[in-house]
C-alpha cells in the first residue's frame, strides 16, 4: 500500500514537473516611452527571465514567466524633470504569455520602483486581460506624490503581490505610467523618474502541491533507507 502510494506521488509531482519545465512563450510586443516637450520617443528594454530583448520578440522560458521593463535604461531613461528639459513622459508596456505545456498562472508579484522630488508625480495604470476570453483578470492604478502634493520626497515604489480573478493560461498584461512635474520649471529639481517595473509570475496552486508532495515523498522514502 506504501509503495503504491509513493508510486502515485512520484507520478503526480512528474506530471506537474514535466507541465511547468515546457514552459510558456512569452511576446513583449510594446515597450516605450514618449518625452516631451520636444516628442522624444524611446525605446525600453525587457528583461524576460534573463534574456534581454527589444520588443517586439517572444522568448520560451522553462521557468516561470519574470518579465522587467528596465525604464532607467532607455536613451534617454523614462523621466521628467531632474535636470532635464522634459516636464513630462509616458510609458507603455504590452507584453502576452501563453501556455507552452506550463499550468495556468494565478498572479503576480508586481515590483516598480521611481523617484520623485516636490513637484513630482507618477500615476500608473496596470491591466490583465485574458487572450482567449476578453475577460479582466487584474485591473489597478497608483499615484506616487512628491512633497509640493503633500507627498513624501524620494524613492517610492510597492513589491505586492496581486491574484488574477481566476487562472489563466494565456492572457495580455497592459501598463501605462504618466510623468509629470506640474509646470514646475524644468531643468529644475523636480523630480519624476520610473526606474524599474517588473513582474514575476505564480502558477496554479495545484499543481505545486502535487509538485510538493512527490519530492516530499521522495524525500521520506530516501531518508528511511
Known sequence: MRLNKLILSITASAVAFAAYAAGWDVTAI??????NPGVVN????????GN????????NVPSLPKVTFLTNNSNPPIIAGNGFSFTNATFTGVYEVK???GGPLTGFNFVLNGFVFEFGQIIFFKKVVDYETSAVLFTGSWVWS???YGGSDGAVGLN???ALSSPSSHFLVFE???LHIDGAPAPGTSTASLLLVEQ???????????LATGLGALALRRRKK
Not at 524611446?42 to 527571465?49: A, E, G, M, R
Not at 514575476?200 to 502535487?210: F, G, N, R, T
Open 30 to 35: 510594446n515597450s516605450s516611452g514618449t518625452l
Open 42 to 49: 524611446v525605446s525600453v528594454p525587457v528583461d524576460i527571465n
Open 52 to 59: 534581454p530583448v527589444n520588443a517586439p520578440a517572444t522568448v
Open 99 to 101: 501556455s507552452a505545456g
Open 146 to 148: 512628491g512633497s509640493s
Open 160 to 162: 505586492q503581490f496581486f
Open 176 to 178: 501605462v505610467a504618466i
Open 200 to 210: 514575476d509570475w505564480v502558477p496554479e496552486p495545484a499543481s505545486l502541491i502535487a
